[in-house]
Every structure is written in structure tokens, then in C-alpha cells.
Nanobody, 126 residues
């Protein structure tokens, strides 16, 4: 089993920044692909960013490319999402997720991920 706990969400004005953290415990963190997803009210959960097991490869949704950065620290069993230039449309509950099938392939479909955190709310005011 893997437990994922997100933190760092909050209320920020448009143009501001937040850094989300996701702390993992349980199964070996360093072998996982980690992803960040988000779900806005009335919308489906969508992929935001992913990172391979060693941080060597990342992938972003077009809507956040150039503004968000995903990173990980395997010594701390933590993955991060640095969010800059935030927009009101970034408002959502943000979830981290872990996928253990390959470690090297970043998948964008939520069904590929094995474990999920409880989510953290990000609200961007205009």
C-alpha cells in the first residue's frame, strides 16, 4: 500500500504562485511515476503533470506548460508542483497519484495510476 498526502494548497490572486507537495509512504517511492491531476467543479479530473522515477523526464498538459514545474526528491519521498502565473481557471482540487507499472512511462489517463492522495484545494481569485 501507498499513502499519499498533499499539502500547500490555498487561496492566491491571479498571477501569484503556490507550491504543492505530496508526501508518500509505504511502497518504494523511487520506483514510481508520479502525476498531478486536478478537478474543477463540474468538470472531469484531468492530467496536469507527470514525472518519471528519477526525474529524468517530465510531461505537462498544454494548459500549464511553461507555468507549472513538477519535481521530486526521492530521498524525502516527496513530489512537488510549482505553480506560477496562476489563473482563475487553475482553480481546482489538485491530486497527486502514483503509478508503479513501469517507472519510465508517463501516462495521462487517471485509470493508469494505482494510488491517490486526498487532494488539496487551490483557489485563484481574479
Amino acid at each position: 500500500q501507498v499513502q499519499l498526502v498533499e499539502s500547500g494548497g490555498g487561496l492566491v490572486q491571479a498571477g501569484g504562485s503556490l507550491r504543492l507537495s505530496c508526501a508518500a509512504s509505504g511502497r518504494r517511492f523511487s520506483t514510481s511515476v508520479m502525476g498531478w491531476f486536478r478537478q474543477a467543479p463540474g468538470k472531469e479530473r484531468e492530467f496536469v503533470a507527470g514525472i518519471t522515477w528519477n526525474g529524468g523526464s517530465t510531461y505537462y498538459a498544454d494548459s500549464v506548460k511553461g507555468r507549472f514545474t513538477i519535481s521530486r526528491d526521492n530521498d524525502k519521498n516527496t513530489v512537488y508542483l510549482q505553480m506560477n502565473s496562476l489563473k482563475p481557471e487553475d482553480t481546482a482540487v489538485y491530486y497527486c497519484a502514483a503509478e508503479y507499472s513501469s517507472g519510465r512511462i508517463i501516462r495521462t489517463a487517471q485509470g493508469n495510476y494505482d494510488y491517490w492522495g486526498q487532494g488539496t484545494q487551490v483557489t485563484v481569485s481574479s
